[in-house]
Structure formats: C-alpha cells, structure tokens
C-alpha cells in the first residue's frame, strides 16, 4: 500500500490564489502564502521553513512523566464509557417492582428513552459551551470543569427521589461527558511526544471500552441487589473526584500558553516561562537542558503557520480549517452512520439466535463484546504509531464493509445459517475497533490547527454526538419500514462511501509534530 503524503491533500484542496501569487520575501507568511510559483503546493521553500522539516530530531521525553498527563485526561473517556455500561444495567433494575427501591419504577418506554440517552443530550450541551470557552479557559481548566459534571451528575442520579430528578443527573453528567471527549483528547495529543501521540491518544479510546466493560461488569454484579441502580451510578463519582484533582494538579498545555503568547494574550515573559516549566514536567528530567529551545521553536513554527492572528468564527469555514473539519467532521459523521450504534443493538439477538447460552443474559453478550472491543483497541494502539493511521482505517473500515454485506445477506438469503451473523458481528466489531473507534478521535486531535483547535474539534464533537443521536433513533422506524437486511446492506454502502472518503482525502499524520502537520497536510 502506498503511503498517501500530507503534500498529496492539496491535489484536493488546492490553496486559493498560489497559482497567481508571487512570492514577497518580506511579506508575513500567511497560510495561504507557503507555496512558491512553478511548485505544488504541496511543496514548502527550505529557506522559509527551516523548523518544519521532513526528518525531525526525536523529542527526548521520559515514558514515567508521560503517564500521568495521560491517565488524568482519559478517566473522562473512562467515565464515558462506564455510564454506557452501566446504564444498560441501570434500566433494568430501576424497572423491578421488588428491587427498584422506588415507587416510580412503572416507567413508559420513552421514559426509559429519557434515562439512556439524557447523557447524549447532555453531551451535545456540553460540546456547545466546548465552543465557547476552549480557548480562553484552556484544555486543563475545561477538563477540571467536566469533572465537576460529572461528579454533581453522578451524585444527582444517585441520589434521585423522583424521576425528574434521575433525567436531571443524566443530562448534567452528559454534559461532563461532551466537556470530557471534546477537551481530553486535545490535551493528551498537545502534551504528547510525537512518537507516541497516537498510541496515547487511541488509548484514550481503550478507556472508554475499559469503561464499558467495568459498567458492565459493575452492574451485572448490582442488578439483583435493591436499589442497585445507585450503586452503578455511585461509583463513578471517586473517578470523577480523581479526575479532578489530577488535573488540577497537572500544568496547562504549553501549546495553548504559547498561542496566549503570539495572539497577545497575557504577560509573554510569565507565559513563556510557564511553557517551559509545563514541558519540562510533561517530559521529564531528560527535557530539562533543551525545554526553552523547544518551546521558541514551537512559538517559531506557530508564527510561521500563521497562528499570530486571533481566528475568528469566519476562519472555521476557510482555508486550514476548512481542510481540517472535512477531514476530522467527515471520519466522525462515518463513525456513526456505519451503523456502530444498530449493529450492537442487535448483538444479543444474533447471539441468542445462534444458541450461545451465555446470550439469554444481555449483561453477558455486552461484557463479550466488551471484551472483544478492549483487544482489538489494545492491539490498534499498540501498532497505530508503526503502521500509521492510514492502513489502519483502510484495512479496517474495508473488513466493516465485508460484515455489513454479510450481515444484511444473513437477514436476506442465510437466515437458517445463524453462523455468519455471529462472524459478521465479531467482524464488524474488532475492525471498527481497529479503525473508526480509536483513530476517529485522534485524527480530530491533531488534524486542527492550533488556533481554531479548540472551536473546530467542538464543532467534530458535536457532529459525532449528533449523528450518534440521528442514527440511534432512526434504526427503528427504519428497521420496520425497510426490514434489517435491508438496513445493514444500507450502512455497507455507506460504508464504502467512507472507504473512498478515506482514501482519497485523509492524510497520514504519522510520526510528525502538531505543528508539521499543519503545515503540511492542510
């Protein structure tokens, strides 16, 4: 497979205005000024360019000192995932008329609705105020903001005395949650060393399933106890204290000090200094020496990037950007419209139709499938950073397809042959693992540029939940207008759609900085 290069993106999206524009060595470079006349614009001038360089020294950082400023951030993806979990459990025992512990359990099916998906609710509110205050609050502060989400969430539900209580805490942990998967992200692929920002920022991914399966397993243990629905909400608050105080322990991104720095915003010298201080706790004792290079450098190739200027919300539909939410909105919409929310949905009964005893108890298909979902993320985050992101997703998203096929084929022509449902299940499952479910989130990470980062991964955020929600409720009335068979060859098609989105649009962002990319892939 050949490698498609970041210079290659501009055959796609070529820059306005280079073919015309004449080079002027003592014009400010601009985004849109980078290419010399009679080159592709792919291409950059050496002697313009002399920190963006294809072959970049390898940054010195500790493995020790890269730990915490991951693990803080992802137990947001982790409480993501346990509400996911342990909501599927919770509906049932808040549903029994002798283990419930209240007086309310006779709930209507939209009243269930309500409590699975009041987080999603929250969640679209909460990559709303993502939108607004990410940049001038910064990725720490916003992660600290979610953890208090989700902490008053946690506690609101458990708590609940009436019904409208429960949605309440629903809705405000979701909006933990939008807070959580709009600003973790960001800070681990900013804090990151290069080598291994893909692997730390698909481990995040790793913890939403870590946390998925944990709700899972919590709430099999409590649905037979009374009141276990508290119990399975209770629990993520002390992650969520955790969280917190990590966080708030942990120092700013020193690329969002830095933009500070060039936009104006604050004292430089004090901003400056907190940047190397933050590098050097990000890396380590093996930083310390070459932390202040590190950090002119950055606030060079952030100026030569054309990141000096404030953006505007104008700038998110323009040039870079306009790139980059193409890129990143166009891989979280196929996430979600591939059909990953109705092909779980109908895991139990493929399971069951197959004879598998453990399927009568939907606890234990989602804890295997859980499982199932923990490996294969394992095994892309532990390869993502030497094969790349590109043959990943390609070979991947190509086995999704396969599934869909044979999955709507099942329904169609093989439904006496339980057997390839259950390969098409397990199929769909470990490829969308390998590809769409961590590399999603970490190409929305990296792709932007720093300075509309924060606004332009709000608006990806916000387009995953939202086609999350599209796809979740329109399955059924779907279902019954076209049948399942139907439906899943629907989402193959979609599927190979995205195949071709893939292929001819998303760059490979492998082994370069943040600030390479920008320069080179938009």
Request: glycine share 12%; with cysteine; aromatic share 10%.
């Amino acid at each position: 497979m050949n490698k498609f290069h970041c210079n290659n993106l501009n055959y796609f999206f070529p820059i306005a205005g280079n073919a015309a524009m004449a080079f002027d060595p003592e014009q400010q470079p601009t985004s849109s000024a980078f290419v010399e006349v009679g080159k592709t614009s792919g291409e950059i001038r050496s002697e313009r360019e002399p920190l963006i360089k294809d072959n970049h020294t390898p940054e010195n950082y500790s493995v020790v000192a890269a730990i915490f400023p991951f693990l803080f951030p992802a137990l947001g993806g982790l409480l993501y995932g346990y509400e996911i979990g342990a909501t599927s459990c919770a509906t049932i025992s808040l549903q029994s008329p002798s283990l419930s512990g209240i007086s309310w359990y006779n709930l209507s099916s939209l009243d269930v609705g309500l409590v699975t998906s009041g987080s999603l609710y929250g969640a679209l509110v909460g990559s709303a105020v993502a939108f607004t205050i990410a940049d001038v609050i910064g990725r720490r502060k916003e992660l600290v903001l979610a953890a208090l989400f989700f902490l008053v969430g946690a506690l609101a539900t458990t708590l609940a005395p009436i019904y409208s209580v429960l949605i309440i805490g629903r809705v405000t942990y979701g909006v933990g949650v939008g807070l959580a998967m709009h600003a973790a992200p960001m800070y681990i692929a900013e804090t990151a060393p290069s080598q291994i920002r893909g692997q730390l920022v698909s481990l995040k991914e790793f913890f939403i399933v870590l946390g998925m399966v944990g709700g899972y397993g919590i709430g099999s243990l409590t649905v037979n106890t009374l009141s276990g629905w508290r119990y399975m909400y209770a629990t993520s608050a002390p992650l969520a204290v955790i969280m917190g105080i990590g966080m708030w322990w942990l120092p700013a991104s020193p690329r969002w000090l830095l933009l500070r720095v060039i936009q104006g915003k604050g004292n430089v010298e004090n901003q400056k200094e907190a940047a190397i201080k933050s590098l050097c706790r990000l890396r380590g004792s093996a930083f310390v020496d070459s932390a202040a290079e590190q950090v002119n450098e950055i606030l060079a190739e952030l100026s030569f990037v054309g990141e000096d200027k404030e953006a505007t919300f104008g700038e998110l539909f323009q040039g870079k950007c306009k790139k980059a939410l193409i890129i990143g909105g166009g891989l979280v919409l196929f996430q979600q419209i591939t059909g990953q929310p109705s092909v779980l949905y109908y895991a139990p009964s493929i399971l069951q139709t197959a004879g598998f005893s453990a399927a009568g108890d939907a606890t234990r298909v989602s804890i295997l499938l859980g499982l199932l979902k923990l490996i294969m993320t394992g095994v892309a985050v532990v390869v993502i950073d030497r094969l790349g992101r590109r043959p990943l997703l390609l070979g991947g998203v190509g086995g999704m397809v396969v599934s869909l096929f044979l999955l709507g084929s099942y329904y169609i022509f093989f439904s006496a042959a339980p057997v390839v449902a259950v390969v098409a299940l397990l199929l769909y499952v470990g490829c969308y693992q390998l590809s769409f479910g961590p590399i999603g989130w970490l190409m929305i990470s990296e792709i932007f540029p720093l300075k509309l980062r924060g606004r332009g991964l709000s608006l990806a955020v916000l387009v995953n939940f939202g086609a999350n929600a599209l796809v979740t409720f329109a399955f059924s009335p779907l279902k019954e207008l076209f049948g399942a068979g139907i439906l899943f060859m629907g989402f193959g098609v979609i599927c190979v759609l995205s195949l071709l989105f893939i292929y001819f649009i998303v760059p490979e962002t492998k082994g370069l900085t943040l600030e390479e990319i920008e320069a080179k892939c938009l």
